[in-house]
């Protein structure tokens, strides 16, 4: 999925992302100067956070959005571009860190990207991860389909979130082996009044390159807002309705 990030408003906004990482960092315990790959790295955020863990780490991302700001940010870090679906390293690692990017990734391209993460890790290497699972946003996608239905259009979800079951049959088929999974509920809290909005513009925009007029596209973003408040608005408080999946695997 190529989008073009406002890696600016991301971070200032959405920075929620990198801080619920911290916790899965620390499903990482292959010792204090360990080669780890931070894919997907972001802004950078989360790869200074492993470098402080006592970790050798690269942060690898597609978006040159992101990269320039995580070059900027932290200069004393190494960031490399490359694309999740087709990576290769020089030398394999001892782990593999994600968080927050593989159900932007395509069904279809899953196996793939895991074959890359198989290759890159060394012996007994380590893959760490978490992503969306499934029921992730099902409220706010709901309500978009609805919405996008009342003005003619067919919504494409533009995500892939998966069962623990599901996904541990693909990451095994890649050659790893599934020590640790957990699907959880996590309603997480979003900044401001139009925090739903925002949410929106930021994460669900390839849907809306199917809504021709400009108009329809801001009349069915207000519905699906409406829509969400009796449900997801508490205490003058927009929630989005996650739902994660956790991984640990090792390298056969």
């Given amino acids: 999925m190529n989008i073009t990030w406002d890696a600016g408003k991301y971070t200032e906004d959405f920075s929620f992302v990198h801080r619920y990482g911290n916790d899965v960092a ?5 010792g204090a100067g360990s080669t780890v790959l931070d894919l997907g ?9 492993l470098q402080e863990k006592g970790f050798l780490v690269t942060g690898m991302d597609a978006s040159p959005e992101f990269l320039a700001m995580a070059k900027e940010t932290y ?8 694309d999740a679906v087709s990576f290769s390293l020089e030398e394999p690692v001892d782990a593999v860190f994600s968080n927050a990017v593989f159900h932007w990734i395509e069904k279809e391209k899953q196996a793939a ?3 890359c993460v198989g290759r890159a890790l060394r012996e007994k290497g380590q893959f760490v991860f978490e992503m969306g ?3 992730n946003n099902v409220r706010i996608h709901g309500e978009l389909e609805k919405a996008f239905a009342e003005y003619g259009y067919s919504y494409k979800m533009p995500f892939y979130f998966p069962s623990i079951g599901e996904y541990a049959s693909m990451v095994e088929e890649a050659g790893l082996q ?11 809290e979003l900044k401001g009044d ?3 909005r925002d949410w929106i513009d930021m994460f669900v925009r390839t849907p809306f390159e ?6 329809h596209r801001e009349a069915i973003k207000s519905r699906a807002v409406e829509a969400l408040r009796p449900v997801l608005y508490k205490d003058g408080k927009w929630y989005a309705d996650y739902v994660r999946l956790r991984m640990k695997a090792y390298k056969r």
């Fill in 113 to 115: 990207m895991l074959e």
């Fill in 41 to 49: 790295c972001g802004n950078g955020a989360l790869t200074k956070r």
């Fill in 210 to 215: 199917a809504v021709s007029a400009p108009e």
């Fill in 26 to 30: 620390e499903l990482l315990d292959c």
């Fill in 75 to 82: 200069p004393e870090l190494s960031f490399i571009q490359a």
């Fill in 178 to 188: 599934v020590r640790y999974a957990v699907l959880f509920e996590r309603p997480t």
């Fill in 133 to 135: 699972g499934a029921g």
């Fill in 194 to 196: 139009g925090g739903m």
